[in-house]
């Protein structure tokens, strides 16, 4: 049996699936683990042929993460694209 979290990063990594089911399973995951939601999140965010929605998503939960944990770096967002960075800076900035 899969665990929740398991099943919400394959919603996430599905690119065939739809885009507000894939932001909110991005929501619910980093809620769920911020730990293990950081790897999968700054691929999501990387990746350039992503929708702008999603990868806003995921730059917005990247910097509620950092603003809460504070363990991100400049090496860990090196390859996210400017969509999500922007974002991300937006809500690092507002916890």
């Known amino acids: 049996m899969m665990d929740e979290f398991f099943e919400l990063a394959l919603v996430v990594t599905d690119k065939s699936g739809v885009v507000s089911e894939r932001c909110n399973a991005i929501s619910r995951m980093a809620e769920l683990d911020p730990v293990r939601a950081k790897e999968i999140l700054i691929g999501v965010a990387s990746t350039g042929d992503e929708p702008g929605d999603l990868l806003r998503q995921a730059g ?20 996210v694209t400017e969509s999500a960075y922007e974002t ?8």
């Open 60 to 79: 917005k939960s990247l910097g509620l993460l950092a603003a809460k944990a504070g363990y991100l770096s400049e090496w860990d967002l090196r390859d």
């Open 88 to 95: 991300y800076c937006e809500w690092l900035t507002l916890e």
